[in-house]
T-cell receptor
Framework: NAGVTQTPKFQVLKTGQSMTLQCAQDMNHNSMYWYRQDPGMGLRLIYY???????DKGEVPNGYNVSRLNKREFSLRLESAAPSQTSVYFCASSGDQPQHFGDGTRLSIL | SQKIEQNSEALNIQEGKTATLTCNYT??????LQWYRQDPGRGPVFLLLIRENEKEKRKERLKVTFDTTLKQSLFHITASQPADSATYLCARPTGGFKTIFGAGTRLFVKA
């Protein structure tokens, strides 16, 4: 079982570029999440999808969009990247609890 | 708003000793608290969940307590090993499908 797979693992963007981060899970979980992790601030929820076909904003949604493509896949899009979006992005999935995380995408925006 | 507070200072202990990490929360007591482990360059991995009415839970060398009076959870690793060195995150549900995480406490176990 791969669990939660995120691609790419690393990415460098220039300010204003767009990008989509991909996430897929093979555990048949209903819920999926996108977090960002910054030093000293812990994980902050960007968007989540409680079930296929639904998405909701989390704590820090500005500058991001998401798509729940199907039950397995949940993508995060940056339409116009800004230096403040430099971070490590984690995708997670869950049935009830707990959450299962991917190993992250390290994104730098210059 | 609800918060999770963990000691931001790293905890350094000697191999074989017991490590104790603290998690404090605000507002109402959650139905449960969770503890995760995170290694450098990796995503968090779930360790333990303790429910409000459980007070204490054990898994091998790990023990978690839940004190609703103090609004606190303690996470203990007994007979610690260098392989236990990692960052440990505390988390609580906040309603619906959301969970908030503490910033984590980094543990270093010296051989």
């Amino acid at each position: 079982n791969a669990g939660v797979t995120q691609t790419p693992k690393f990415q460098v963007l220039k300010t204003g570029q767009s990008m989509t981060l991909q996430c897929a899970q093979d555990m048949n979980h209903n819920s999926m999440y996108w977090y960002r992790q910054d030093p000293g601030m812990g994980l902050r929820l960007i968007y989540y999808s409680a079930s296929e076909g639904t998405t909701d904003k989390g704590e820090v949604p500005n500058g991001y969009n998401v798509s729940r493509l199907n039950k397995r896949e949940f993508s995060l899009r940056l339409e116009s990247a800004a230096p403040s979006q430099t971070s490590v992005y984690f995708c997670a999935s869950s049935g009830d609890q707990p959450q299962h995380f991917g190993d992250g995408t390290r994104l730098s925006i210059l | 708003s609800q918060k999770i507070e963990q000691n931001s200072e790293a905890l350094n202990i000697q191999e074989g000793k017991t490590a104790t990490l603290t998690c404090n929360y605000t507002n109402y007591s959650p139905a449960y608290l969770q503890w995760y482990r995170q290694d450098p360059g990796r995503g968090p991995v779930f360790l333990l969940l303790i429910r409000e009415n459980e007070k204490e839970k054990r898994k091998e060398r790990l023990k978690v307590t839940f004190d609703t009076t103090l609004k606190q959870s303690l996470f203990h690793i007994t007979a610690s090993q260098p392989a236990d060195s990692a960052t440990y995150l505390c988390a609580r549900p906040t309603g619906g499908f959301k969970t908030i995480f503490g910033a984590g406490t980094r543990l270093f176990v010296k051989a």
